[in-house]
């Protein structure tokens, strides 16, 4: 009889994270930030001596959504700063290849956030409010990474970006691993405690 192939990977921190049934117990936020540190956004395709990671996106879309929102609790600000934690698992994938590998990606994703979720004493959920207002910020801080460092113009940044407001600028500066990875366990020590 033929073994069933591996679906679990070893973390540095030694827990094992099974990727078909994940474990909140089995989730560390060390792992995470090491995984997201070294996760490059745009497939790497940006400026700069460094990858634009996705702990220190993470960091930014935070700081976005507690100056848009500057009544959030901390959880709120945590879920926040955790809106792509599933990919210290799963890596960055591009939208257009999300979409390509459809639904079946999606439950995938969604089971590892909403395990994220319980570790760290958050709602599995996101509620849709909440969800809404942090993917504007996403996308704001999306729209400062094409223009800066992934090669858009403007233009066409807007075609697929919203704009942010004018009141809202940033300065992209693709960080060494070690500091994005920093800057990540940093903010999360912050906000967690």
Not at 12 to 37: H, M, Q, T, V, Y
Not at 70 to 78: D, E, H, R
Not at 128 to 157: H, M, N, P, V
Request: net charge negative.
């Amino acid at each position: 009889m033929k073994k069933p192939p591996r679906a679990w990977q070893r973390m540095l921190s030694g827990r094992r994270l099974d990727l078909l049934d994940p474990s909140p117990f089995d989730i560390e936020i060390e792992d995470i930030a090491r995984g997201l540190a070294r996760v490059s956004r745009w497939n790497g395709q940006t400026s700069g001596d460094h990858a634009f990671s996705v702990a220190e996106h993470s960091v930014i879309v935070e700081a976005l959504f507690s100056q848009l929102n500057p009544k959030a609790t901390t959880a709120q600000k945590l879920t926040a700063l955790l809106h792509d934690a599933a990919e210290y698992v799963i890596g960055d994938m591009i939208s257009p290849f999300k979409h390509a590998l459809g639904l079946d990606y999606k439950a995938f994703e969604v089971r590892l956030e909403e395990a994220i979720h319980i570790r760290f004493g958050l709602p599995a959920q996101i509620p849709a409010r909440l969800k809404k207002s942090i993917k504007i910020c996403d996308i704001y801080c999306a729209w400062f990474e094409a223009t800066q460092i992934a090669g858009f113009s403007i233009e066409e940044a807007n075609q697929f970006f919203k704009a942010p407001p004018e009141s809202v600028t940033l300065n992209i500066e693709p960080k060494p691993v070690v500091e994005a990875e920093t800057m990540f366990l940093e903010r999360f020590s912050l906000l967690s405690h």
